[in-house]
């Protein structure tokens, strides 16, 4: 079982931005997919950006040129840095870890954002 830790969470205002972490206990951090994905109110879980465990990533469209993912394996952490920041992107911010078949969610972390 592998425990996924977000952080950094808050209330920032709009164009501002915030930094989020997520740590995940195992000890081959470097060969999971790291993803961040989060989810409003009302709204079904969405798919922010991911980085595999060669670097490559990929974002949602919505957070493209604003949003970037890194991830540093000797510290078996990865972050996302979120610049711009609109009020759209109010959500609770999940951080997952999945290789092969297995998937692993962290509880999430409240990022606000206010006008």
């Known amino acids: 079982q592998v425990q996924v830790v977000e952080s950094g969470g808050g209330l920032v205002q709009a164009g501002r931005s915030l930094r989020l972490s997520c740590a995940a206990s195992?000890?081959?951090?470097?060969?999971?997919?790291m993803g961040w994905y989060r989810q409003a109110p009302g709204n079904q879980r969405e798919l922010v950006g991911i980085?595999?465990?060669?670097?490559?990533?990929n974002y949602a469209d919505s957070v493209k040129g604003r949003f970037a993912i890194s991830r540093d394996n000797a510290k078996n952490m990865v972050y996302l840095q979120m610049n711009s920041l609109k009020t759209e992107d109010t959500s609770v911010y999940y951080c997952?870890?999945?290789?092969?078949?297995?998937?692993?969610w962290g509880q999430g972390t409240q990022v606000t954002v206010s006008s």
């Open positions: 997952n870890a999945s290789l092969l078949e297995s998937y692993y």
């Open positions: 980085i595999t465990s060669g670097g490559f990533r």
């Open positions: 195992t000890s081959i951090f470097g060969s999971y997919t």
